[in-house]
């Protein structure tokens, strides 16, 4: 069984940071493409940096102020989010995509006060 768990998220003024996390089980961080994504109120989910074997990707909106990054041994992602600015305000979403289908986690809530 798959499970991607995020943790991380909190309440924080804009230029700061904060680190999200997301553990997978069932799966290999390693093997497949692992994604954080983001939904604001109102608005759909959308790509915020993906990773994969030799690649990563990122929103034009993030580029220079986030990093997505993985942890083999702990079969975890993480998004080390910089100069965070309301507009990143957020439920943000692991996700990997895998030859047996896409699995996403719970979400983790972002909030940025101006």
């Known amino acids: 069984q798959v499970q991607l768990v995020e943790s991380g998220g909190g309440l924080v003024q804009a230029g700061g940071s904060l680190r999200l996390s997301c553990a997978a089980s069932?799966?290999?961080?390693?093997?497949?493409?692992m994604g954080w994504y983001r939904q604001a109120p109102g608005k759909e989910r959308e790509l915020v940096a993906e990773i994969a074997i030799g690649r990563t990707v990122y929103a034009d909106s993030v580029k220079g102020r986030f990093t997505i990054s993985r942890d083999n041994a702990k079969n975890t992602v993480y998004l080390q989010m910089n100069s965070l600015k309301p507009e990143d305000t957020g439920v943000y979403y692991c996700?990997?995509?895998?030859?047996?289908?896409?699995?996403w986690g719970q979400g983790t809530q972002v909030t940025v006060s101006s």
């Open positions: 069932g799966i290999r961080v390693s093997f497949n493409n």
């Open positions: 996700r990997s995509t895998t030859m047996g289908g896409d699995y």
